[in-house]
């Protein structure tokens, strides 16, 4: 099994593209992955939310650009 201490040697685009794997092979797999109750509820409380205002959304792009400009 892999480390910690050996994963940091790789350079930052390789553990990157590690992440990415790794992340890919989760979606890949049949595995059930447990979601806790709240999540749920909070996902459904804000779809709801959105449904009774849609206009209370905002774009990605518009969001992403907030939160890149806020950390300048």
Known sequence: ???LQELEILSVPERLQLVEDLWDSIAKSRTNI???EW???ELASRKER???NPD???PWP???NS???SND
Do not use: F, R, W
């Open 1 to 3: 099994m892999t480390t």
């Open 34 to 36: 447990h979601i806790p």
């Open 39 to 41: 999540q749920i509820k």
């Open 50 to 52: 959105y449904l009774q």
């Open 56 to 58: 209370s959304a905002l």
């Open 62 to 64: 518009e969001v992403k």
């Open 67 to 69: 939160i890149l400009v």
